[in-house]
């Protein structure tokens, strides 16, 4: 108070009073009310009248504080104001196309447009630093730990990941490509070769596939590498993390060590391979309690080798007949044929297909399913993978619509024990479950020796925080006779294998040590302190679901010199 002070910003709004006019000047700190008093300041009175929304000021003046009636303790500065010695107008602005505030609901369209203007917003503003603070807080963890920070390269080789590949024409290289790196994996392992021992990187990574809400073509993750460790040696690594992330931006103590669920577990209880373990309603087999009933559709899929698998919703039974219509609508967008159902009422059971079943079979089901008067318990029979399809998919939905999860609570789990390998019906043969450089399980030495494919497990681990997929990782192979089997099993000929990843088998001829890691997306993990249903609202300029991006126009056309200069013609 009473010091003469030079503050610079925004005109957020401006309120002429008569002869004294007020004007809310934001910052990158805040709102601070500047006073334009004639008494004052002739000149710079007169220049008020003529300044408007988004004007930039440089204001010099003195502080003083507010008459106690005018306080506002909804400003952080709201004790004070600013009485103006002189003004000066940095620059003008024309009306901008949306309020820059947090209540208007604006297009996001128009939102990505102009997004020089849309982060001007507080709560754009909140997210960026919060993604600043977050990465800062990795960073310093994992220097701590002794790890390295290497930049891997952005332009590299063409090896397919599963997601396609963004190619980058190569103009010195006549008809040949880079290729923008998925992620940094094979690079990493060869770190481990270099005898890196401890590595991590902010990494940029890059994949041409179809976008959600939770996808981006780019996108950024915590990268981690380590030799001579174990899977036990990652997570207590990434719990540690994790909890020092969790502690500092939203003063949450994590328990650790985190709940772990094997992958056949989390699909047989949850239907998913990330379950959202913040609520219960776990699925439950009854094929042997309704193998013997009488209603015909589920002795036949049971007899076909099916299964009959039901969730209790708690509280359902307030749904209304349209309301239950919906539910079974949801469930045959997502493969079932229907939804059999029992509403649990006083004294009775209430549905189409009670009548098909003998009393000490339905109170077998009500007690297996541990549901009581009120409950709805929905039936899905099908072949497995569909059930897990339905009724995973089908316990998220009513959860919401019943309003169960609990609000700002946060479930860490580890998923592991993945299957190695999963057959492609299709083009009838085996697929990586993640990626070819993932090691077996040791105590699977003998089927992987004996080609018992679809029963080994695989190193790796998923870290899914409220039912979504955080980080991912794995022990990977170190050995060049594994890798080069694991490429025969998939389906990968020699020469291709050579082609793609030969000089990753070339590295393992040299002593490769035993290595494993983990990557977490960066982006997605946000979401989670900005409550934000889209990683857009976390990146400072995100493409649409369209891959575009509305301010710059990319991707755009390029005139034909540029593409004669890469030796490429437009197809007509």
């Not at 004070?80 to 003004?87: A, G, M, R």
């Not at 297009?107 to 990465?135: A, F, G, H, T």
């Not at 594994?482 to 050579?498: N, R, V």
């Amino acid at each position: 108070v009473n010091e003469q002070v030079t503050i610079s910003g925004w005109v957020n709004s401006r309120r002429d009073h008569g002869d004294v006019i007020f004007i809310d000047l934001r910052d990158a700190y805040g709102i601070t009310q500047i006073v334009f008093d004639p008494k004052e300041n002739i000149e710079a009175h007169k220049t008020a009248e003529t300044i408007r929304n988004e004007y930039v000021l440089q204001i010099k003046g003195i502080v003083r504080l507010r008459p106690g009636v005018t306080e506002n303790p909804k400003l952080f500065t709201g004790k004070i104001e600013l009485l103006v010695k002189e003004c000066i107008v940095l620059n003008t602005a024309e009306t901008p196309p949306f309020e820059i505030d947090d209540m208007s609901k604006i297009n996001e369209d128009v939102r990505l447009k102009y997004r020089y203007l849309d982060i001007r917003r507080k709560v754009m503003q909140k997210n960026l630093r919060l993604r600043s603070k977050v990465i800062k807080l990795m960073r310093d963890f994992f220097d701590g730990q002794g790890f390295v920070d290497v930049e891997t390269p952005i332009l590299t080789k063409s090896t397919p990941e599963g997601a396609r590949d963004y190619l980058v024409p190569s103009r010195v290289n006549p008809g040949s490509f880079f290729a923008l790196p998925q992620s940094p994996q094979i690079f990493k392992q060869l770190l481990m070769v270099a005898g890196l021992d401890k590595y991590y990187q902010i990494a940029k990574c890059f994949r041409d596939e179809d976008l959600r809400a939770d996808r981006q073509p780019e996108f950024t993750q915590l990268d981690v590498e380590m030799s001579f460790v174990e899977s036990e040696d990652i997570f207590c690594l990434f719990e540690q993390m994790l909890k020092i992330v969790f502690k500092e931006i939203d003063n949450i103590d994590l328990k650790v060590p985190f709940k772990r669920i094997a992958y056949s577990d989390a699909m047989s209880r949850y239907g998913s391979d990330k379950p959202d373990t913040r609520f219960s309603m776990e699925l439950k087999d009854v094929s042997d309690i309704v193998k013997d009933c009488e209603l015909k559709v589920f002795k036949q899929i049971i007899d076909e080798g099916g299964r009959v698998k039901a969730i209790t919703a708690k509280g359902a039974a307030c749904f209304s007949r349209s309301q239950i219509d919906g539910v079974t609508a949801k469930a045959q967008e997502w493969g079932a044929k229907g939804l059999a159902y029992f509403v649990l009422q006083e004294g009775k059971i209430q549905s189409p297909i009670q009548k098909f079943f003998k009393q000490d079979q339905l109170d077998e089901i009500v007690s297996t399913m541990e549901a009581e008067v009120g409950d709805i318990i929905f039936f899905c029979a099908d072949k497995n993978d569909v059930i897990c399809n339905v009724l995973g998919n089908l316990r998220l939905h009513l959860a919401n619509l019943l309003k169960i999860i609990p609000e700002k609570s946060f479930e860490l789990i580890w998923v592991v024990d993945f299957p190695l390998f999963n057959y492609n019906t299709q083009e009838k043969r085996w697929d990586s479950e993640h990626h070819p450089f993932t090691n077996f399980c040791k105590e699977d030495l003998d089927k992987f020796e004996k080609g018992d494919y679809g029963n080994i497990k695989s190193t790796s681990y998923d870290l899914v925080i409220n039912g979504m997929e955080m980080a991912s990782g794995s022990i990977r192979i170190h050995r060049q006779d594994i890798q080069k089997k694991i490429f025969d099993i998939i389906g990968l000929s020699k020469e291709e294998a050579e082609k793609r990843f030969g000089f990753l088998l070339e590295a393992f001829k040299y002593g490769a040590p035993p290595h494993g890691g983990i990557a977490i997306g960066i982006d997605r993990f946000l979401t989670l302190f900005t409550e934000s249903d889209s990683i857009r609202d976390v990146i400072a300029f995100p493409k649409t679901q369209k891959a575009q991006c509305p301010m710059t126009q990319a991707p755009s056309d390029v005139d034909e010199k540029q593409l004669r200069d890469l030796h490429i013609r437009k197809a007509k």
